[in-house]
Structures are given as C-alpha cells and as structure tokens.
RNA sequence: GGUCCCAUCGUCUAGUGGUUAGGACGCUGGCCUCUCACGCCGGAAACCGGGGUUCAAGUCCCCGUGGGACUACCA
C-alpha cells in the first residue's frame, strides 16, 4: 500500500447516527502565571462555542511543569476568568493529579510497541541537535534508543514511536485542511525522567478522556497537533474537532507581550475596565458579526460560530478597547459602577454616601474612559476645601466676578426646586436681571465649585453639590479673590 | 535552516466572481454648547507584487515578497 493517501480518522463530530454526543470545549490553561489577553480569548472562544451549541464548558490547569506551576497562578487565572464571566461547567481539574493515569497509558503503548524507553541524556541530545543545525540537518531525534528494546531506568524517558512514512491531515476548522508528512515529525518524549507526562501526551490523553469534542486553541499549537493525532490513534481514542485561533499581535505585529503595555486580564480591571468591554473587545478580535461592533453577552452567544473566526493574527488595539470601556461606562447602572468604584476611589474619598455617590457617577458618566479615570475626576465632589488650580484661579478668581459670584450666594438658598431644570431656571433669570452673559459667571462659577476649568455641566455639578455645598464653595471662592487681591 | 500558517484603510474587520470596496477605532473639518465630554453631520485613508483562469478577480490557481508560529525531558 502506498503510503501518499492521508491516513483516515475517526471523528468525534456528531455523526448522523450519533446525534447525541454533546459538545464540549475545556480552557487548559497552565498555572505558570496570570491569565493574559491570548488566553482570556482563547477562552471566551471556547466559553461562547459550547454555550452558542448548549454544550459544556471544561477548565483544566495542566500543572504538570512543576518547576514552574503555582498556585497563586491557579487562583490568579480563575478570578481573572470569573472577573470575564466565563464560567464553567466542570472543573477545575487538574492534570498532575491524573499522571497515574497517563503513566498507565503509557505504559499501554510500551506494552503494544508504539513507544519505547529513551536513555539518551539531554546533553547528548542538545549536542546532536546543534550538530544537525550547524550541518543544515533537521533537529529532529535521531532514532538512537528507538529499536534498543530498553528497561525504565532511573531517568530514562519515554517515547512515543511515531510514524516515519505516510501523511497525517488535521482537519481545522478554521484554517482548513493542513497536511503534514509525517517524517517530518519527532518520537517525541511522552513520560520525563521525573516520571511526569510531557504536554503533548497529556492533553490527548484528558482531551480524550474528558470527550472533550472540539479543541478550540491557539495557532502556536497546530505544528503539535499531527503528532497529538497519531496519539489518539495509537491509543485507539477518536479524534476530536481542532480549531485553531490566530495569534493576538502587538503593535509591531510580533506576539503579544508584556512589552507592548498591559497583558494581565486582570491588570485592566484594576485600571478600571469594565469586563464586558474586555469581552467585546477581545471576541472582535478574529470574529465578527456583519458591521456589529456592539453585543450583549445574549448576543455573542447567539452569533458565535467558528465559521466567523478569521484565520489572519490580529494586533492588539489598546485605543477601540478604550472606546469600547468608555461606552459600558456610559450605559451601565450608576448603582453598578458604584460597586465596581469601591476598589477604585482616590484615598480620603468617603463615597458612604450612596444618593450622594449615585448622582456623582452619573455626572461623570459619559465623560470618562475608565473608572480611574472617573476616580480622578470625583475627586472635586468629595472634597471638603478645593483646591484651585493656579492658572484657572488666576484667570477667573478676578475681583470683576466677585460681585455675581456674591449676589449668587445671596441668591441660592432662596431656590425652591433646586434640580436641573430649576436651576436653568434660576440661572436664567439671575443673568437676565443683572444683564450678563452667562459666559461671564460661567468659568469662574466652575473654578469656584471644582477648582478646575474643565468639568461636567454647571448645572448638574450643582445639584449634586446639593444648595449648601455650593453656597459654601462660592464664598470661599470670594474669600479667596478678596484674599488675594489685599 | 526545516515544517506549517497568514496577507482589504495606521488598527479591528465586512466582502464568498460583476460593489462608487462597507462599518468601527484612531485622525480630521463642522454643528451643538457654560468648559470638557457625549451626540449629530462631513473628510482623508486599503485590496502586498507578478503571472495565470475567466466576458469579468479583493474574491479562484501558481510563483514571489513580507509577517508570524513551531522546531524543549514548557505548555
């Protein structure tokens, strides 16, 4: 038989006699430090698949590099992916307590010759690969224990006997179809010398057993993906269905890294992102829906498919995620974003008071981009005494405006409905009657009750100031013109 | 080096052989206006190159070029 035809596989796909099989994805993060924006949509795209198809979401820490897996770092991932709302269905599991497991899989193909004990140390096989390298040869391993028949030994390795002829097809379901001849492929190390499985074994072992049914996953892991399809096969498991996402890119167009600013999911919530405004910036990476910019979580749910996955990389833009937060911002809850503040306040805010708070974020509402922002600019609310800004007091804290600013006080306590239409009211006729612009009382009036010559409207300022606070702030701005001007 | 993937405005993308190549972020002109935002109206801005196939190519094929990933006893 010629070995040129791609070698068939079972798919674990819903057949047409097999309407049953329900779809399942799983998140595998490893636990070797926080979640980061390549992850976080990863997992949102296998979070939406299963919830789109009603099928179930498995979250696996792979943590089996323990050299590096933590758990800080497990408890760092899923705070960030319950922050996003990703919930799961089943899980966490956690592959290093499953290695008795994988050991006896091992062990199978040991037993069955499709893998065989390595002694090769990794100084040999780092000498030989520079050699290949340095000769223009394929680092690959050469193949030395393969026919030796050997015993476990203390720090011998596993490998498994992949196939040195024929062609293996993944079939994906983003990028099509990728064949791979498979003498292009490793024996690669399935069991280490400390006796723990190596990733490439591993995950087609839990993928197998969890009848995981889709893969969904980074780009960076379609070269592993014909050597994890033999796996199935040698182990006599089906296949599943492989998607692979593109890679996130920086603005140089090189992988997503720390380098390129903030790559922690969590660093923007403490930045002050709202999650559903990382979630619809993170699921337009790669997928789209039409011209839709904008989608409700129900939404995303309901568009998902991978069929609107795009295969090209896609550079990470920190400014239409700024947009993004600062529309959640504008539409959410005032009552919710009160919430969200609490961590976020500047020092020495007191925001206890929640009528009070409420009308302060509504205020800022439409002008901020993220709640630090918006814990910044509160501060002029919560103050006791503002503090001026030296060049806006300097400008329009004049002895000319002293006398409005006087009369206003006088004026204010004898407002009856002190909301925004009565104080357009008010302001209206206060103007009229001592024939000026509002332009002329408007900016110092503004430095007297924030300090600063940029804020939200007078008006709404001054309602949620309430009637003594604003008094209060414009005799002190009058004090302070008189003071000084001595 | 080898293997594999990718290629529409600066960026995210729509587009599935016939479109004035659409939308969004950002940039920008204007309107609104008590400042700043918001909002509204307008503008500049793209099919990587070369060959095919076809009456017709951003769309299909090939070759370049450019980017990326992998090439571990990491995942």
């Not at 403490?270 to 409700?296: C, K, T």
């Not at 919560?382 to 329009?396: N, P, R």
């Amino acid at each position: 038989m010629t070995n040129d035809q791609p070698q068939p596989y079972n798919s674990a796909k819903i057949k047409g006699n097999n309407m049953t099989t329900k779809i399942r994805t799983r998140f595998a993060p490893s636990p070797t430090g926080y979640l980061h924006i390549g992850g976080a949509r990863t997992a949102l795209f296998n979070w939406l698949f299963s919830r789109h198809n009603g099928g179930e979401f498995v979250l696996r820490i792979e943590d089996t590099d323990q050299q590096r897996s933590t758990d800080e770092s497990t408890k760092a991932i899923l705070d960030a992916m319950a922050w996003m709302g990703l919930n799961w269905d089943e899980g966490p599991h956690f592959q290093a307590q499953r290695v008795d497991l994988h050991r006896d899989m091992v062990q199978k193909l040991i037993n069955e010759g499709k893998a065989y004990v390595c002694t090769c140390t990794p100084e040999e096989l780092e000498n030989k690969r520079k050699e290949a390298l340095a000769t223009g040869k394929k680092p690959k391993y050469d193949g030395t224990c393969r026919e030796k028949n050997l015993k476990k030994s203390p720090g011998s390795v596993v490998r498994f006997r992949g196939a040195q002829t024929g062609i293996t097809l993944v079939k994906d379901l983003i990028k099509g179809n990728i064949s791979f001849n498979n003498d292009e492929l490793d024996d690669l190390i399935i069991e280490r010398g400390d006796g723990y499985p190596t990733y490439n074994f591993a995950v087609v072992v839990d993928d197998a057993m969890m009848n995981i049914t889709h893969v969904i996953r980074g780009d960076d892991h379609v070269n592993n993906t014909p050597r994890q399809i033999l796996m199935y096969q040698a182990l006599g498991f089906d296949v599943p269905e492989f998607a692979h996402v593109p890679m996130i890119l920086g603005s140089d167009k090189a992988r997503l890294s720390k380098r390129h600013g903030a790559t922690s999911v969590m660093a923007y919530k403490e930045m002050g992102y709202l999650p559903e405004a990382l979630v619809n910036y993170l699921v337009r990476l790669g997928w789209s829906h039409g011209d839709q910019e904008i989608f409700s979580q129900k939404e995303l749910i309901d568009y998902f498919t991978l069929d609107n996955v795009g295969k090209s990389p896609a550079v990470f833009n920190p400014e239409k995620l700024l947009w993004l937060n600062a529309h959640y911002i504008k539409e959410a809850n005032p009552a919710r974003l009160m919430e969200e503040m609490k961590p976020l306040w500047s020092a020495g805010t007191d925001a206890t008071d929640a009528v009070f708070t409420k009308k302060v974020i509504a205020d800022l509402q439409p002008r901020v981009k993220t709640l630090l922002e918006m814990a910044d600019m509160a501060n002029f609310y919560f103050t006791d005494s503002i503090q001026y800004e030296e060049q806006a007091a300097q400008k329009f804290l004049v002895p000319e405006v002293a006398a409005h600013l006087k009369a206003m006080a006088s004026a204010i306590p004898t407002v009856r409905n002190f909301s925004k239409e009565g104080l357009e009211e008010f302001l209206k006729t206060f103007i009229e009657e001592r024939g000026i612009k509002f332009k002329i009382i408007a900016q110092p009036l503004r430095v007297a009750l924030t300090g600063k010559t940029v804020s939200p409207g007078i008006d709404e300022i001054m309602v949620t100031l309430g009637k003594d606070r604003v008094v209060q702030r414009i005799n002190a701005a009058i004090a302070a013109i008189e003071n000084r001007n001595k």
